[in-house]
């Protein structure tokens, strides 16, 4: 089977296209246009420039996968529906929609948090899987605990209750002055730092008994900690570095803690990360050392379209239908 997958779920604009035949799985391309130089002047993503952007970027990237897969007969078209910003969502499902016509093959709709999941066994074997799992996804729009008893079912176990650990990532570094996407640029500032800061930041309920998360208190408590600093020592380059180094253990020891507790209480065998959060080198190091852990490679955390063609791959494999009518669902969940 040879699936086209679209994802546009949010600022990148990626086609991938997929060849399967049982446990036997090769991506035959998996092309990325990514939009995050434009909005970084902006320090978030503009939904309705990412749709433009979508638009015009859609045909070039098609035919860029297209090629590099050399134009295989396409069997399905898989589409991201949601979760995700729904100018976008929509621009990528009516250029789906349009090309399923001409291909004369099926749609699809794809769930952007599973895929997220699912990313994992793009380079994996579905035999590495030992279940129950439980599935962390952190990025930008989403931090949430996922419990998988079976194969493609899921329950939600915890979620954040107002800012995803991206999100906090990004609004810590607008404050302490490093750009867009945060994540990435504080990461890089944390690395091999000795000093800290006088005072720890807070870790958002980290003791309670639920599974939930909440990361808009941990970005008051930066924006106050920078703010008392008189100027000089804001723009010192040591005390950003000691910022970002306290910033990254605070979310990181979040999420690895919540992930414990879901581990222990449930007896998981095994440990999924995903998400754009899942490339922070601290955190996989974290998991590798605490957890059974599985995780994609640093370029399938990212939003892409070959976890939406391996999404579709294994419900199809289970005889699942396509659909003729896909809408857009901002507010998606698993």
């Given at each position: 089977m040879k699936i086209l997958a679209i994802e546009t779920s949010c600022d990148d604009t990626s086609i991938a296209v997929l060849e399967g035949r049982g446990d036997k799985i090769k991506i035959l391309s998996n092309i990325i246009s990514s939009q995050v130089q434009l909005h970084a002047q902006y320090g978030g993503v503009y939904p309705f420039l990412a749709r433009r952007e979508h638009e015009k970027n859609l045909p070039a990237v098609l035919k860029k996968a297209a090629k590099q897969a050399k134009n295989p007969k396409i069997e399905a078209i898989a589409i991201t529906k949601g979760p995700g910003l729904e100018p976008c969502l929509w621009t990528g499902i009516n250029f789906a929609k349009t090309l399923a016509k001409e291909l004369q093959a099926p749609l699809f709709p794809i769930n952007h948090v599973?895929?997220?999941i699912l990313a994992n066994f793009i380079e994996k074997k579905l035999?590495?899987?030992k279940l129950p799992a439980v599935c962390l996804i952190v990025s930008g729009g989403h931090t949430q605990l996922v419990l998988m008893e079976?194969?493609?079912?899921?329950?939600?176990l915890g979620e954040t209750r107002d800012d995803a650990a991206g999100e906090c990532f990004d609004k810590a570094a607008r404050i302490l002055?490093?750009?867009y996407p945060g994540g990435p640029a504080i990461a890089k500032m944390a690395k091999n730092v000795r000093g800290r800061i006088s005072n720890k930041l807070p870790r958002p309920m980290i003791n309670q008994k639920n599974y939930d998360f909440?990361?808009?208190g941990l970005k008051t408590a930066i924006l106050y900690e920078f703010k008392k600093q008189p100027p000089e020592i804001q723009k010192s380059p040591e005390y950003i570095k000691a910022m970002c180094a306290e910033i990254q253990r605070a979310i990181v020891e979040v999420l690895v803690f919540k992930t414990a507790k879901a581990v222990k209480d449930y007896g998981a065998k095994t440990?999924?990360?995903?998400?754009g959060v899942a490339s922070n080198d601290e955190l996989r190091k974290q998991f590798k050392k605490s957890f059974n852990a599985l995780m994609p490679s640093k370029k399938f955390c990212t939003d892409n379209a070959a976890m939406a063609a391996i999404t579709a791959y294994f419900h199809l494999q289970k005889g699942e239908k396509t659909s003729k009518d896909v809408e857009a669902k901002a507010?998606?969940?698993l």
């Open positions: 599973e895929a997220h035999a590495s899987l079976k194969f493609l079912n899921y329950k939600i002055g490093l750009g909440s990361f808009s440990v999924i990360l995903g998400g507010d998606l969940t």
